[in-house]
């Protein structure tokens, strides 16, 4: 099993619409959980973090964090054409040297 | 200032060649990394360097050399690399210890190797 899971789709959702991305995790143990955006030829950019259960949210984007259940989700309200990208979802391992676990990224494509 | 900066863009080296990619923070951070990146794949963790010391190498081969000659810059020193080695390097910087918190990336050296 992966330690970090994301469908890697391409996702596509209409303009204005709420594009939803999900990613789980392996350890039980692990307490921070980040967002990326990433978009084509470009390097990666923190969108959000998100260390208790819960939601926190940022404009248009919310985070949410279900440790029982071990995901960590992303939602894009309002989606925008130029939100088209890849969304890496990081963990922090647990192993005590404090290494983010990436997810191989989900693409999403959000469409005029 | 929350931006790390990276030079150069991009970087074309044959196999028999030195080159070094430098990467700079001015964010107080005293955590830095170095990833390598190949097209469609996440990140790959290659050095972490905390308190300008090597934290974390990740067993990468020899020919690649990072150094940290002070807490605001973090070198990545390449010789006789191999094709495969072409990819998006990144670094990042990140407040505290070591990976226990946000990381900022730069914008990248893109590394093609003949």
């Known amino acids: 099993q992966k330690e970090v899971e994301q469908n890697s789709g391409p996702l596509s959702v209409p303009e204005g619409a709420i594009a939803s991305l999900n990613c789980t995790y392996s350890d039980r143990v692990s307490q921070s959980f980040f967002w990326y955006r990433q978009y084509s030829g470009k390097s990666p950019e923190l969108i959000m973090s998100i260390y208790s259960n819960g939601d926190k949210e940022d404009g248009r984007f919310t985070a949410q964090l279900n440790k029982a259940s071990q995901y960590v989700s992303l939602l894009i309200r309002d989606s925008q054409p130029s939100d088209s990208a890849t969304y890496l979802c990081a963990v922090i391992a647990p192993s005590g040297t404090y290494k983010y676990i990436f997810g191989t990224g989900t693409r999403l494509k959000v469409l005029a | 200032d929350t931006e790390v900066t990276q030079t150069p863009k991009h970087l074309v080296m044959g196999m028999t060649n030195k080159k070094s990619l430098k990467c700079e923070q001015h964010?107080?951070?005293?955590?830095m990394y170095w990833y390598k990146q190949k097209a469609k794949k996440p990140p790959e963790l290659m050095f972490v360097y905390s308190y300008e010391k090597l934290s974390i190498n990740e067993s990468v081969p020899s020919r690649f050399s990072p150094e940290c000659p002070n807490s605001s810059l973090l070198n990545l020193h390449l010789h006789a690399l191999q094709p495969e080695d072409s990819a998006l390097y990144l670094c990042?910087?990140?407040?505290?210890?070591?990976?226990?918190?946000?990381?900022?990336f730069g914008p990248g050296t893109r590394l093609t190797v003949l």
């Open positions: 990042a910087s990140s407040h505290g210890l070591a990976g226990g918190g946000e990381q900022f």
């Open positions: 964010m107080g951070h005293r955590a």
